[in-house]
């Protein structure tokens, strides 16, 4: 789950409508603008006639989600929530492609490092909005990045906004990958499932893929931010109880020794397991707007705060399902641990539905800011820019329809969700967790050089070795998946 999903969770809408321009000329110039930002302020889904409409589901999402408070504790909540999603499901195959110990410290490795990057983030957004005066609610990861360059070394203010758009194009990376990522996750675990209840019967992938799709159509036409909060709230329900069940199997069952498992594999199958690492903790775009809807925003960052606590429990529980799963299902761990969970006794064989059913639901929430960016892309075009209003709602919903099943090609083309994972992981995980945050700061302390005491040491060496490790991460990662996708992919002689 990421920044949109987040949004709904804490009742933040300020990126969904909550400040709807009053006529439809400033939308559709607002629009025109900069169509790589999404924010709903200057996203032209709805005709101006329907306005007055978008404002009462923004005003009912705020009641939706009422429930979830701007306290210490609800934050917490959403934080643990936005980081625990399909990549947790794979991280037992990641112990299988690095082994059980060196799995299990690069694992807390990367966790640790994405906790450290993101107090980075925050202490940057911090400096720059205390110098500068700016409104914190606003602060994004994009608007970080902009405001950072903008006041930065002068010779790199003239590109603020090309690297504004960088990373709006990593985040709408993200998001499809995140769309086809749940594709192929809802058709596999199909495909097992029928496997098991129907031994004899041999199921496509790629027709259930297809199916799955169709499914999905009418799903990508939904711009309601009601039900948005709803699904969103059910989802988050559903997830809980399928790791429940998850648990229960892995601790209720035997465990196999672990001296008989490898405790790590050659250098090339290990480099595979560091992007579904990396992707595991890319909650790094969550924690400014959850951080700036806090009550008391200071205790996010506190030693004992939020962040801390949260990232805690995360690796503490992507650690236990990472180890036991490997450690129950040793090499014939499958993609998702999803997979191997059986379907008998009954309650176990509701795991796969359980997810699939929260993963669909989640889908929308996914494609949202996608859907959102192409939209205003189209508004470049001068044939849709001065189209009917009729005409320009038939053209965003051809796009919508057009998104959904480039989802689907993708996903059906690497049918595998390991490597699908961690392609996106390694590719753009690394970017926007491990890469960007260490420049985003040496870029912000570098006109104050000659005042911080050893800056070379103390920012430039150590920032330079956290990019560096990012980079490795990014071209290591993402050349072992390639190999690995080819090797996978080739027929068989």
Sequence with gaps: MTVNENNLLTGDTTNYNSAIPSSADNQLETNSANPLQYDATSEPILEPEDL??????????????????????????????GNIGTGILALPVAFKYSGLWMGLFLLIFYGCLSSYLMHVLLRTADSVIMRHELDRSTMDYTETVFIVFKYGPPSLRKYKGKFKHIVNVFLLITQVGFCCIYVLFISENIKYFIEVVAPDH??????????????????SQITSMRIFAAMSAVAIAVTVIGLVLIFSYLLSTGLLNPYTLPW???????????????????GISLTLPIRNRMINPHKFVLPFGVLNMAMVIVISLCSLLGFFGYLRFGEKTLSSIT?????????YALVKPIFIFAIFTSYMLQFFVPASIFSRLMMKFRCHREASPRRRSINRRVMRVCVVIFTYIIAMAVPHLDLMVSLLGAVSSSMLALIIPPLLELVHLWPDRDTIPHFWLTVVFQHSILTLIGVFSLVSGTLATIIQISKTLAPSD
């Excluded at 005003?59 to 934050?75: D, E, I, K, Q, W």
């Excluded at 893929?209 to 009418?218: K, M, S």
């Excluded at 997979?339 to 309650?347: D, F, K, L, T, W």
């Design 52 to 81: 007055s409409k978008l404002r009462k589901n923004t005003r009912f999402t705020l009641l939706a989600v009422s429930y979830f408070s701007n306290s210490s504790a609800s934050a917490l909540m959403n934080f643990i929530k």
């Design 202 to 219: 041999n199921a496509n992938i790629f027709l259930i893929g297809f199916i799955v799709t169709l499914a999905l159509l009418p799903l």
């Design 264 to 282: 790590y594999k050659p250098f090339g199958e290990t480099l595979v397991s560091l992007g579904i690492f990396i992707f595991t903790f890319e």
């Design 339 to 347: 997979y191997n969970i059986p379907n008998s006794p009954v309650a």
